[in-house]
C-alpha cells in the first residue's frame, strides 16, 4: 500500500484546512485498515493525532479533540482530516499511516502502523 498525503499548507491561526491521505497500490482499498494521523513539530517526536478504524469509530488526542474531525471515503481510498481552529501549536509535517492489524490498544502508537506516507507539512502562524 503506498499512502500519498496532501493538503498542507500555510494558514493563519484559528483558519481551517483539509488534510487528505490517499491509497493506491495492489491493495489500493482503505477499507478494513485503520488509517491514523501523526505529526512532528521540529525538534519534537512524533505524535499521534486521530485515527479511524476499519469500523469507522474515530479516536482524537486531547490536544486536538473538539478541533479536529477524521472521516473515510472508502469508494475512493481516501481518508481526510478536517482540521479547524487551527493553533500556531498545531504546526509540524503530518503524516498519515495505515495498518490492517493494529489492535485497539495500540492504536495511539506509531509503530503500530506498517505503512506511512511522505508527510504534508501544515504551518499555522499567530
Known amino acids: 500500500v503506498q499512502l500519498q498525503a496532501s493538503g498542507g499548507g500555510l494558514v493563519q491561526a484559528g483558519d481551517s484546512l483539509r488534510l487528505s491521505c490517499a491509497a493506491s497500490g495492489r491493495t489500493s482499498s482503505t477499507s478494513g485498515y485503520t488509517v491514523g494521523w501523526f505529526r512532528q513539530a521540529p525538534g519534537k517526536e512524533r505524535e499521534f493525532v486521530a485515527t479511524i478504524r476499519w469500523n469507522s469509530h474515530t479516536y482524537y488526542s486531547d490536544s486536538v479533540k473538539g478541533r479536529f474531525t477524521m472521516s473515510r471515503d472508502n469508494a475512493k481510498n481516501t481518508v481526510s482530516l478536517q482540521m479547524n481552529s487551527l493553533e500556531p501549536e498545531d504546526t509540524a509535517v503530518y503524516y498519515c499511516?495505515?495498518?490492517?492489524?493494529?489492535?485497539?490498544?495500540?492504536?495511539?502508537?506509531?509503530?503500530?502502523?506498517?505503512?506511512w506516507g511522505q508527510g504534508t507539512l501544515v504551518t499555522v502562524s499567530s
Open positions: 499511516a495505515a495498518s490492517r492489524t493494529v489492535i485497539l490498544s495500540n492504536i495511539r502508537n506509531a509503530r503500530g502502523y506498517d505503512w
